[in-house]
């Protein structure tokens, strides 16, 4: 069975950092890649950024570049989002989905692609 189990998530204050982690089973990296997207309250969801465990290759969102890293530990088959400077425009419930390997990079920040997705988790940014 394949599961996606995000955590990490929680409230700090502005300029601060969190490191969201996604567990991932049932699947191999070799198969999968990772995309990290967020919701929040009224809008649709976003795609902020991706990683090819396979080749370390990343992708991000303009509105997170220099701020957010994406990273795996394939031991582990866990990916991770460390989220820094962190801005009250960037609470949201972020989620964690697994796209086929064979897309390229282009389609990780789309939705659209990926077969599996996580619970979700919760972060909140105090100004």
């Known amino acids: 069975e394949v599961q996606l189990v995000e955590s990490g998530g929680g409230l700090v204050q502005a300029g601060g950092s969190l490191r969201l982690s996604c567990a991932a089973s049932g699947f191999s990296f070799d198969d999968y890649g990772i995309g990290w997207f967020r919701q929040a309250p009224g809008k649709e969801r976003e795609g902020v950024s991706g990683i090819r465990a396979t080749d370390g290759s990343t992708s991000y969102a303009d509105s997170v570049k220099g701020r957010f890293t994406v990273s795996s530990d394939n031991a582990k088959n866990t990916v991770y989002l460390q989220m820094n400077s962190l801005k009250p425009e960037d609470t949201a419930v972020y989620y964690c989905?697994?796209?086929?390997?064979?897309?390229?990079?282009?389609?990780?920040?789309?939705?659209?692609?990926?077969?599996?997705w996580g619970q979700g988790t919760q972060v909140t940014v105090s100004s």
């Open positions: 989905a697994a796209i086929p390997i064979y897309y390229s990079l282009t389609y990780y920040l789309n939705e659209h692609d990926y077969d599996y």
